[in-house]
């Protein structure tokens, strides 16, 4: 049973930075790609950043580029992602995704809120 924990939201002021985790379990994940997607009030779930698990590439949202950064520690099955510069339309719930890049198949964790004060 794969388990997802996020953890680090918060409420901040456009500027401010913030670091979320999301410690995964439950299975190994040297196939999987882990990724953050957010959803803000009346809109639809979307994608933010992803990275491998097993070499560490990474993919950005257009919005995110330069300001968030997505990384892992693999000793401790741990998800991270960045976020500096965070501007109001960043405020959302952040979800932790882990997608089985074999199968496709995808898990997600109960998410956390990040709230951005202008």
């Known amino acids: 049973q794969v388990q997802l924990v996020e953890s680090g939201g918060g409420l901040v002021q456009a500027g401010e930075s913030l670091r979320l985790s999301c410690v995964a379990s439950?299975?190994?994940?040297?196939?999987?790609?882990m990724g953050w997607f957010r959803q803000a009030p009346g809109k639809e779930r979307e994608f933010v950043a992803a990275?491998?698990?097993?070499?560490?590439?990474?993919y950005y949202a257009d919005s995110v580029k330069g300001r968030f950064t997505i990384s892992r520690d693999n000793a401790k099955n741990t998800l991270y992602l960045q976020m500096n510069s965070l501007k109001p339309e960043d405020t959302a719930v952040y979800y932790c995704?882990?997608?089985?890049?074999?199968?496709?198949?995808?898990?997600w964790g109960q998410g956390t809120q990040v709230t951005v004060s202008s």
């Open positions: 995704n882990a997608r089985d890049i074999m199968t496709t198949r995808g898990y």
């Open positions: 990275i491998t698990w097993s070499d560490g590439i990474t």
């Open positions: 439950g299975r190994t994940f040297r196939n999987y790609r």
